[in-house]
């Protein structure tokens, strides 16, 4: 019997603000949407939407709040970004628990995400501090030439439901520790994780109006936010097509955008790896938040001499996953996030066997509760197929034989795609002939590294432009001014 682990302290909150101009209001539209427990689809809370009037209330409080924050030391943002790290760590178990309820994923993950989210804030506390500019050398005597950082005003930014806190907060440490004010968007599937990360950092002293979080019918508050003369930058993770029509919007009115969209990505697996060890790890990092993670490996191509193996390894160990409620101790894998992305397995599924595909393992949905979905194991299956050509953003796993080295690297990048990518090989020369080959923003070998703050995170092609992490994703929030004087 599965034991849960949740109590009364950690239940989920009944009454969901939104944070404008440094308080917490209930929004004035009168719209409200139901938040769902994916376990059980469930109604957990009620989720106010906000109008324009709210939006325009938060774009007053954004503007003013640039000003002071824009003039506030990067070592005074520093101590505010620090601090909410703190408390987010030390409030982690009960946002964990909340996250799970209303996102799915198993409380393990949820406690992942918190500390993840917890690094993300104190990189960019420290790094805020050394946004440095440079001298450029004169032509002339008498003259200094100088290059200075500076934010490049309020943001509007909007993050998706499928890690509530880590997408969000990669967009507002950034824009906090370069001096930027932003309003931000969050899911409305999943508002209680996101709503205690802002607490932290209103309880760590962040000024009025610095930070805005909002809720509501997203194409309602993208069309009223980008377009305002107030907002300068544009920061959105999603799906390609929203991508590509906000940033149509945003390139309207010259604003400035950094789009982290969807992935399809393709691992390589040459015949001299270690094949036991390769097919554990990536059992684990395919089934991952349900399969809900755009560097999620998806296309998997095996070298033919170990095609068959990898095969039935594969599919056995998916088939031992435990599949349930993300709060019981032994789940492995929760539920998909609402009952659309069940639909969207069971529709490319259909799709593949009508093109021939094998289902070697899992398939199904799971009982009639909830969103419970099989860990699923394709093989066999045509270029034509929906699988192949889009994302599949759940637990399924795509494999696939290939005989030539040069042949797979083209296979690889063959979709609009250019996210992540993945090989596994003990030959370093293959290694470093696939890094230099594939068409992906960010290439991780024998292992699972992209996701580190410091680093930049981002992709190429339909996959979107610009970073977030690393100096990169700092200085998206920033410009460079040149000053030349003449003393």
Known sequence: ??????????????????????????????????????????????????????????????ARGFMQWSRTSPYERSKVLRRAAELLRSRAEQIAVQMTMEQGKVLVESRNELASASDVLEWNAEEGRRAYGRLVPSRAEGVRNAVVLEPLGPVAAFSPWNFPVNQAVRKIA???????SIIIKCPEETPASPIALVECLHDAGLPR?????????????????????????????????VGKHLAALAGQHMKRVTMELGGHSPVLVYDDADLDAVVRLLVGAKFRN??????????????????????????RISSTLKVGNG????????????????????????DARERGAEIVAGGRRIGRE??????????????????MRDEPFGPIALVLPFDDDDAVITEANALPFGLASYVFTTNTRRADRAARGLMHGMVSINHFGLQACEAPFGGVKDSGMGHEGGIEGLQAFMFAKTVSQLS
């Open 174 to 180: 950034p824009a906090l520790a370069a001096g930027c």
């Open 1 to 62: 019997m599965q034991r849960s682990l949740i109590s009364q302290p950690h239940m989920y909150p009944k009454k969901l603000d939104h944070y404008i101009d440094g308080q917490w209001v209930q929004p004035t539209s009168g719209k409200t949407h139901s938040v769902l427990n994916p376990a059980d689809n469930t109604v957990i809370a009620e989720l106010g939407c906000a109008s324009h009037a709210d939006l325009d209330v938060a774009l007053a409080a954004a």
């Open 327 to 350: 709060l019981t101790t032994d789940s492995q894998m929760g539920p998909l996030a609402n009952p659309r992305r069940v639909t969207a397995m069971e529709e490319m599924l259909i």
């Open 370 to 387: 909830g969103n419970f979905f099989e860990p699923t194991v394709v093989a066999g299956i045509s270029g034509e197929a929906r699988l």
């Open 290 to 315: 349900a399969g809900q993670v755009c560097i999620a490996p998806t296309r998997f191509y095996v070298q033919r001499k170990i095609y068959d193996r990898f095969v039935a390894e594969f599919a």
């Open 209 to 241: 109006g610095v930070l805005n979080l909002v809720y509501g019918i997203p194409g309602d508050i993208s069309g009223h936010l980008i377009p305002s003369p107030v907002i300068r930058k544009l920061s959105f993770t999603g799906s390609v097509p």
